[in-house]
């Protein structure tokens, strides 16, 4: 009564186990290179912070700034360094420096508080030493740039230390 039945080739198929494994370690590979690629982007954008990108892609290397030198004392001056913005701050004892404005953590300008004497990046919090331009607080991975000031009697000029 239960007498197998003989199919033609074509239309019995077993499953081919073989083909059915490579597949899903294939599609499981490509899946877990993605992964990593959406992980690793990330950390290197962190570690190749947008300042130090933008200080090697420029060519300027000195920037002279008309009348800055009547800066008041506990002051700051936002200007162009190349394609990038730099901070002039006078200090109250009469101290000149100059720095990269480019945050080091995701690249926003940062500003000087004269009242707090700091610089503070708006976005995340970051805070950085007025005078030495050293990360102190929050997610900056490295310091403020530090630029060479000379003022004369028309200008104040700002030059790559």
């Not at 993605?34 to 990108?53: F, G």
């Not at 933008?54 to 009547?70: N, R, Y």
């Not at 720095?99 to 690249?107: K, N, P, Q, R, Y």
């Amino acid at each position: 009564m239960n007498e197998p039945i003989d199919l033609p080739a074509h239309i019995v198929k077993e499953p081919d186990d073989k083909n059915t494994r490579r597949a899903f370690l294939v599609a499981a590979g490509a899946a877990g290179l993605a992964y990593t690629a959406l992980m690793a982007y990330p950390v290197y954008r962190y570690l190749a912070s947008p300042a130090e990108m933008e200080m090697e892609a420029t060519a300027v290397t000195e920037v002279t700034l008309k009348d800055a030198q009547k800066l008041a004392p506990g002051t700051k001056l936002l200007f162009k360094f190349g394609s990038a913005p730099g901070l002039l701050i006078h200090h109250e004892k009469g101290e000149w420096i100059a720095m990269s404005a480019v945050c080091t953590h995701l690249g926003c300008t940062v500003d000087y508080e004269p009242q707090l004497d700091r610089i503070h990046c708006a976005c995340h919090g970051g805070v950085y030493n007025a005078y030495t331009g050293a990360n102190v607080s929050g997610p900056p991975p490295h310091p403020l740039k530090l630029f060479k000031v000379t003022v004369n009697d028309t200008a104040v000029v700002v030059s790559r230390a």
